[in-house]
């Protein structure tokens, strides 16, 4: 029997929830790595250095009133913080990026590959930092 996408939601595995982009799961974690909250300037040079190019406030704008709305950020006096919520929306996609590096071929020391990249399974398990 070939399994279908379908299968694996009706095998009891929760249905993923796409809500969070690639984009703004970066800045959700540039703000939650951060060890004071930070300006938007700051969080695109951050981002900006993670993927090698130049992103400039104006490209963050939308991503970051999408997350206020979602409440996965919180502003407070232009800065920004990471919420509960935003915690929640990006475990699942922080989780599926270690297991898409790992891929069960044991080729790749995971465990020294987060070391390097600063992943860590548990990261996103424990609340909001506080700062």
Do not use: Y
């Not at 279908?4 to 929760?14: E, H």
């Not at 502003?75 to 891929?103: K, V, W, Y």
């Amino acid at each position: 029997m070939t399994a279908a996408a379908n299968d694996l939601v009706s095998a009891g595995s929760p249905a993923c929830n796409w809500t969070m982009t690639v984009f703004e799961l970066a800045i959700f974690m540039c703000v939650f790595r951060a060890r004071r909250p930070p300006r938007v300037e700051e969080i695109c040079q951050v981002i900006g250095a993670w993927f090698e190019c130049v992103v400039d406030p104006p490209v963050a704008a939308a991503p970051i009133e999408n997350m206020l709305a979602n409440r996965w950020v919180a502003e407070e006096s232009h800065c920004f913080r990471a919420t509960e919520e935003g915690r929640r929306a990006a475990r699942p996609l922080m989780n599926g990026i270690i297991r898409m590096l790992d891929q069960g071929t044991r080729l790749i020391d995971v465990a020294l590959m987060m070391s390097v990249l600063r992943l860590t399974k548990g990261e996103l398990d424990n609340g909001v930092r506080d700062l």
